[in-house]
């Protein structure tokens, strides 16, 4: 289920069309990149401290740079 309004992210080299779904009581982000790289998509999870992963697993560098940036944007908006 689509919980908020699908928002960009413009990076010099890059823009990401972000948006958020809850699945399983979960909120997860769907980025989908302007350069052709498949579609990642990203939660925050709760460990001894938060961050940033990847569902399913196996982009974990991606998770952790492109959901600091979904952080930030929802800091400021």
């Known amino acids: 289920m689509k919980i908020e309004e699908a ?4 990076l ?8 958020s779904h809850l699945i399983g009581g979960s909120e ?9 790289r498949p579609p990642l998509n990203v939660t925050e999870a709760n460990g ?23 952080a930030e944007h929802l800091k400021n908006k």
């Not at 928002?7 to 413009?10: A, D, K, R």
């Not at 001894?48 to 979904?70: C, D, H, L, M, N």
Request: hydrophobic content about 40%; overall charge neutral; charged content about 25%.
């Open 48 to 70: 001894y401290r938060p961050f940033w992963t990847s569902v399913p697993q196996g982009r974990q560098i991606e998770a952790e740079f492109f959901g600091k940036k979904i």
């Open 12 to 19: 010099p080299d890059i823009k990401m069309i972000v948006t």
């Open 28 to 36: 997860i982000y769907r980025i989908e990149f302007s350069d052709g």
């Open 7 to 10: 928002f960009e992210i413009v």
